[in-house]
Nanobody
C-alpha cells in the first residue's frame, strides 16, 4: 500500500495550494481518508477527513472555512484544497487511510510520506 502525497511548496500568506494523495494498493472508496499535519517541534494534528460512506467532511477548527477535502474515486486520489493560507499552516502534511466501520482518527491504518507546505508572511 502506498499513499503518495504531493502538491506542497512555498506560498505567500493568503495564497492557495492543492495537495493530492494518490493511493495504490488500496481502493480509497473503501476507506475513510484524512489529512494530518506536523509542524516543527509539534505533534501531528488532524486537519480534515472524508467519510467512505456518504462523503461527509470533517475539519479541524483551525482550517474550517479555508480548507476543503475531496475525493475522486475514479482516480483513487484524495485532495486538500487550501485557501487563505497562513504562516501557522506551515507543516508537513500527511494523508492517511482508515478502514474502520466508523472513522477513527486515532487508528489510521495506512500513512503516506508527507509533503512540505511552507507559508511565508
Amino acid at each position: 500500500v502506498q499513499l503518495q502525497a504531493s502538491g506542497g511548496g512555498l506560498v505567500q500568506a493568503g495564497g492557495s495550494l492543492r495537495l493530492s494523495c494518490a493511493a495504490s494498493g488500496l481502493t480509497i472508496s473503501r476507506y475513510h481518508m484524512a489529512w494530518f499535519r506536523q509542524a516543527p517541534g509539534k505533534e501531528r494534528d488532524f486537519v480534515a477527513a472524508i467519510a467512505r460512506t456518504d462523503g461527509s467532511a470533517y475539519y479541524a477548527d483551525s482550517v474550517k472555512g479555508r480548507f476543503t477535502i475531496s475525493r475522486d474515486n475514479a482516480k483513487n486520489t484524495v485532495y486538500l484544497q487550501m485557501n487563505s493560507l497562513k504562516p501557522d499552516d506551515t507543516a508537513v502534511y500527511y494523508c492517511a487511510a482508515d478502514i474502520s466501520r466508523n472513522l477513527n482518527l486515532g487508528g489510521m491504518d495506512y500513512w503516506g510520506k508527507g509533503t512540505q507546505v511552507t507559508v511565508s508572511s
